[in-house]
């Protein structure tokens, strides 16, 4: 087990330590320690156990790219590092990176609409699984069953046209228009109506133990089968928040 690993284990731990400090005394939680105790217990158990839930993650990205095994490998790689990097958890992400593949995306291009279903589900306070639907028949130009999803998120589909999306007379998105040109027009219209993202959603309490939580989860993960080692982290953990405390 790599001591850089184990650094970087302490100091996101100390890190998580110190936000749910904030976040619990913000709503008068902070009683006695027990609670925290609580929370390391629930990290504890999850981290422990995340490395067959990654490898069955993996598994399921397999099956679904029909047992290309290299590029299944990659891309779990990149969705999980994406998890890492935002205010959602693995599980949700490899949900909605299920998702567009299941639309027929290319998995080379799956980061990419991941990033925009991010910044969406963040902005309108939706899962990203129903942000990644919509992009999902974005991206395959299924342009027509998306229109109800588009008014209720307060969007004027009739002036995507500004942005540089084809549009029909009638102020419908073109069925012949290029997907990557509607995705980037109505990502500039959000972008001029509508304030936050990812990395408003970052600045949160919330997001930044999401945020620490994966990188814990996936620093055990990685770790694979040796469970007196993954035992061993767990301890280290433990240790770290008491020593902050």
């Keep these: 087990f790599p001591s850089h690993d184990t650094n970087t284990l302490i100091d ?10 904030q976040l619990m005394t913000g709503v008068g939680l902070m009683a006695g320690g027990g609670l925290l105790g609580a929370v390391l217990t629930g990290i504890s158990v999850k981290a422990i156990k ?17 047992g290309q095994r290299t590029e299944a490998s990659k891309l779990f790689d990149d969705v999980t590092k994406f998890a890492a990097e935002t205010p959602y958890n693995i ?10 593949l299941a639309f027929g ?17 963040s902005i309108f306070n939706r899962s990203l699984e129903w942000t990644s639907t919509v992009v999902g028949r ?16 307060g969007i004027q589909v009739q002036e995507l046209g500004k942005y540089g999306a084809p549009m ?3 102020g419908l998105i ?3 228009a290029d997907p990557k040109v509607v995705l980037a027009a109505l990502n500039k219209y959000i972008g001029d109506h509508f304030w936050g993202g990812m990395a408003a959603k ?18 055990f993960g990685n770790i694979g089968g040796r469970t007196k080692i993954r035992r061993r982290c767990a301890a280290r953990t433990r240790r770290a928040y008491r020593d902050w405390e």
């Design 50 to 66: 995340a490395g067959s839930d990654l490898e069955q993650f993996e598994n399921q990205f397999i099956v679904l790219m029909k």
């Design 174 to 176: 073109q069925r012949s």
């Design 91 to 100: 599980p949700e992400v490899v949900a909605a990176g299920k998702n567009l």
């Design 168 to 170: 029909t007379k009638d």
């Design 202 to 219: 970052m600045s949160t309490i919330p997001g930044r133990i999401s945020n620490i939580e994966d990188k814990i989860i996936l620093i």
């Design 12 to 21: 996101d731990t100390k890190k998580l330590n110190a936000a749910r400090r």
């Design 105 to 121: 995306i290319q998995a080379k291009n799956v980061k990419d609409q991941l990033k925009y279903a991010g910044d969406w589900a």
């Design 138 to 153: 974005l991206a395959t130009g299924s342009y027509g069953r998306i229109y109800p999803a588009l008014r209720s998120m």
